[in-house]
């Protein structure tokens, strides 16, 4: 049974810099063809891709937010880590990691339950 | 950068069939994958690589795709089908979600 979970602080000031940690099991991503993304989603707004780090460690970025994300993975621990930079009042989001996997075409088969951060001074 | 975009709402009576569209430049040559997400929730695959389904997921639920158009399609709707509905693809190593389309079931 795959599942995922976020943690991370709920609120954050502007400037700050926000860590989030996606904590699975289920599967490894030593495993050919696993990822695992990060996905956010403003209040009452859509669902915007952040990043994806795969089991070979390469990483994808939102080009537009490329410059304030970094994406790593502890498979030893079953964890993935999103930093992400310069934090702003319009970054509030509930932030989701998923399990993306080549045998569904890529698609995010097993999503964390989302973790609400909130930028305000 | 790539676009999909959905229509902000959809209504359907009970028993009656609910299309909802993903449209995007030449989105039939990619794959289009479709997450349901109800209030409070995370979103669940539904379809994946334009028409397949996970297992769970019921046959009255389908998808297709060709030429600027995605589409999902919900026959015989219920009461527990009002959600929220996404597409999703991947444009080169991009990831891409649709606008999204909130569904009312009348």
């Known amino acids: 049974q795959i599942t995922l979970k976020e943690s991370g602080p709920t609120l954050v000031k502007p400037t700050q810099t926000l860590t989030l940690t996606c904590t699975f099991s289920?599967?490894?991503?030593?495993?050919?063809?696993?990822?695992v993304g990060w996905i956010r989603q403003p209040p009452g707004k859509a669902l915007e891709w952040l990043a994806l780090?795969?089991?070979?460690?390469?990483?994808r970025y939102s080009p537009s937010l490329k410059t304030r994300l970094t994406i790593t993975m502890d498979s030893s621990k079953n964890q993935v880590v999103l930093t992400m930079t310069n934090m702003d009042p319009v970054d509030t989001a509930t932030y989701y990691c998923?399990?993306?996997?080549?045998?569904?075409?890529?698609?995010?088969?097993?999503w964390g339950q989302g973790t609400l951060v909130t930028v305000s001074s | 950068s790539f676009e999909l975009i959905q229509p902000l709402s959809v209504s359907v009576a009970p028993g009656q069939t609910a299309r909802i569209t993903c449209g995007g430049n030449?989105?039939?040559?990619?794959?289009v994958h479709w997450y349901q997400q109800k209030p409070g929730q995370a979103p669940v695959l539904l379809i994946y690589?334009?028409?397949k389904r996970p297992s769970g997921i019921p046959e009255r639920v389908s998808g297709s795709n060709s030429g600027n158009t995605a589409t999902l399609t919900i026959s015989r709707a219920q009461a527990g089908d009002e959600a929220d509905y996404h597409c999703?693809?991947?444009?080169?190593?991009?990831?891409?979600f649709g606008t999204g389309t909130k569904v009312t079931v009348l």
């Open positions: 998923a399990h993306r996997d080549v045998a569904v075409a890529g698609a995010f088969d097993y």
């Open positions: 289920g599967f490894s991503l030593s495993t050919s063809g696993v990822g």
């Open positions: 780090i795969y089991w070979d460690d390469n990483e």
């Open positions: 030449n989105i039939g040559s990619k794959n």
């Open positions: 690589k334009d028409s």
């Open positions: 999703q693809l991947w444009d080169i190593n991009t990831g891409v």
